[in-house]
Nanobody
């Protein structure tokens, strides 16, 4: 069992930066690839970013590529999502998820564990 707890959401203006964190407890953190998903108002949950077990491989949705950076610290059992140049369309509940297998892109159905999410609101 893996427990995931997100933090760092909030209300920011367009163009701002925000850093989300996801703290993991339970099984060996480094055994899981980590993902960020988001669900905007009235939208389906969508893939945002992924990072492999060691952090060597990362991938991003086209909508955030070049603005968001995913990273992980296996010594601290945390994964981060650094978000820059935020846009109103980035407004969503952001959730981290863990998966034993790694693939650059994944769907919500592929995940083994989920956090409850943190709300990011970007005002124009």
């Amino acid at each position: 069992q893996v427990q995931l707890v997100e933090a760092g959401g909030g209300l920011v203006q367009a163009g701002s930066s925000l850093r989300l964190s996801c703290a993991a407890s339970g099984h060996t953190f480094s055994s899981y690839a980590m993902y960020w998903f988001r669900q905007g108002p009235g939208k389906e949950r969508e893939f945002v970013a992924s990072i492999s077990w060691s952090g060597r491989y990362t991938d991003y949705a086209d909508s955030v590529k070049g603005r968001f950076t995913i990273s992980r610290d296996n010594a601290k059992n945390t994964v981060h999502l650094q978000m820059r140049s935020l846009k109103p369309e980035d407004t969503a509940v952001y959730s981290c998820a863990a998966r034993a297998a790694y693939s650059a892109y994944a769907t919500p159905h592929d995940m083994d564990y989920w956090g409850k999410g943190t709300l990011v609101t970007v005002s124009s």
